[in-house]
């Protein structure tokens, strides 16, 4: 295990999944790690997580883009690398309470970059406007960050892990079929990003268009140049 490893399976508890089928072509079985995601992922599966996948096991994988669709799918088709996701916890087919595993959680480091897999693949980045009255126009007053999922074990891992770093978040609340944890508190939401460093262009350049240097609560943030590192 490793920094790099934690994120992909973040990503995958985000966005993948394990599959494993019989090829009457071949005779054989097939082994699949797969992660399917929106175009703007793109940029982060080719520079992030298929090189953590060629150094580990030796594989680059194929990434294609799905005809008349914006998703784009990442497989790979390796025994060792289906085996090491399947052994952390990963279930095979569909996914129902997934969690972070021990073996990451142990490691603070493993656990950073594993949210930081998640949030990069399932997470969203987005403005939130206050209530419209009459004659009242919207005023997008401050940003989001949301993550929305099927699993309240993991959404419930998340929120343990954020507030332990000092992060405010909101309680876990039902939309539809998912669970649903959202940081809206501005000082931690900008701490939020300062703790998972993200390397995803498209939530960065989100986060900075919107950013206004003001929040609510506590006063001024930081620059936010810096809550990015190398990645500013």
Do not use: W
Not at 23 to 44: F, M, N
Not at 130 to 151: D, E, L, P, R, W
Not at 193 to 208: C, D, G, K, V
């Amino acid at each position: 295990m490793n920094e790099k490893l934690a994120e992909f399976y973040g990503a995958l508890l985000g966005d993948g999944c394990l599959s494993q089928y019989f090829t009457k072509c071949d005779q054989r079985t097939r082994y699949c790690v797969q992660l399917t995601g929106h175009v703007h992922d793109l940029e982060y599966y080719e520079t992030v997580l298929q090189p953590t996948i060629r150094n580990t096991f030796g594989i680059s994988g194929t990434i294609r883009s799905r005809r008349g669709t914006q998703a784009i799918i990442f497989n790979i088709l390796n025994k060792s690398a289906f085996a090491f996701f399947h052994d952390l916890g990963m279930p095979i087919g569909k996914k129902h309470e997934l969690a972070i595993p021990a073996a990451i959680l142990q490691n603070p480091q493993f656990t950073a970059a594993c949210v930081r897999g998640i949030f990069n693949t399932d997470g969203s980045v987005y403005r939130r406007y206050s209530k419209q009255y009459a004659g009242h126009t919207k005023v997008y007053a401050y940003q989001v960050i949301q993550f929305k999922m099927n699993t309240r074990v993991l959404l419930q891992q998340l929120s343990d892990y954020l507030q332990s770093n000092g992060i405010r978040v909101n309680r876990i609340i039902r939309d539809r079929a998912s669970s649903v944890l959202r940081v809206t508190h501005q000082p931690s939401m900008h701490a939020f990003m300062t703790l998972i460093q993200t390397p995803h262009r498209y939530h960065r350049e989100r986060y900075l268009k919107n950013y206004n240097g003001t929040c609510t609560a506590s006063g001024s943030l930081a620059q936010p140049g810096r809550a990015f590192g190398s990645y500013s």
